[in-house]
Every structure is written in C-alpha cells, then in structure tokens.
C-alpha cells in the first residue's frame, strides 16, 4: 500500500512516504526526458539528456535495492510536486518557436527537477543515518553525487553556451 498524508504516523511511515515520492518522481523523469531528447537542439544538451536517461535509470534501480532492503515491494505515491515541475516545463517548451530559447528553457526545466530530486535524496540520507539504515544512505549518496554533477553540467552549459545562443 502506498502512504498518504493520513496514514504517517511514525518515523518509518514518513520515511517510506518518501522513498515512495521519489520513486514516482524517478519514474516520471524517465518518461519525460526522450521528450526531452527530441525537443534539444544543442547536441551537447542532448548527449547529457541522454547520459541523464540512463543514469535515471540507475537510480530507479538503486530505489528498488533501497525497497528491497527494507523488505518493501516498490510502489509509487503520486508526487504532485514533480507532475507540477514537468507539467510547467511541457507548457513553456510547447509555446517556443526559437531553438536557441528552447534550448535553454529546456536546461533550467532540467535543473528544476534536478533541485527537486537532490532535496529529496538529501532529507532520504539524513534519515537513513537517523534510522541506523547505513546500506540505504550510501544508495541515496550515490544518486545524490550524479544529481549534483548533471545539475553543475547543466550549469555550465547553459552559461557558456545555451544562454548565450537564447
């Protein structure tokens, strides 16, 4: 069963929430980026969707270890928060014209979610420490160190190149 609001209670139940939030949240993000893919102009933009695609799917694979170690079937819980964040950056991409200005609204979409994700795999190491999960936490650092690396990538590009171009 996934947790809702109503049904957290414990230390346990709010953790659980969590992982459940950001495993929809991982799940959608591998929906959202060949879409993604398609839309970049900049090869360079494109080639990191790309690297970020099969890392995403790294971390799906990860969250799915961290499940089965607490002996919990993976299940998602609707995450409003991301649905808002794709949602927004569908809308924006759907209403420009201007490859460049795609490119880099394309960019900081992307770095939304990123954001979005390293809060989430922060709070989720801070907890895992506090519940003595120690496996957990070293799962959620992993992703947590490819998340911050494909946001300063994201950085980079977009100040040196895709703003510029925009």
Known sequence: ??????????????????????????????KALPKMIDKARSSELKSGFKKHLEETRGHVD??????????????????????????????????????????????????????????RYGTLIAWSKALGRKECADLFAQTLEEEKATDAKLSKLAETRLNRAA
């Open 62 to 119: 990860r969250l799915e270890k961290v499940f089965g170690l607490l002996d919990k079937k993976p299940k998602a819980v609707t995450c409003p928060a991301i649905d808002g964040i794709i949602k927004e950056a569908n809308e924006i991409a759907g209403d420009i014209d201007d490859a460049g200005v795609m490119d880099a609204a394309l960019a900081a979409a992307a770095q939304a979610v990123e954001h979005y994700e390293m809060t």
């Open 1 to 30: 069963m996934a947790l809702s609001g109503k049904d957290i209670h414990t230390m346990d139940d709010l953790y659980l929430h969590t992982l459940q939030d950001i495993y929809y949240a991982e799940k959608q993000i591998e």
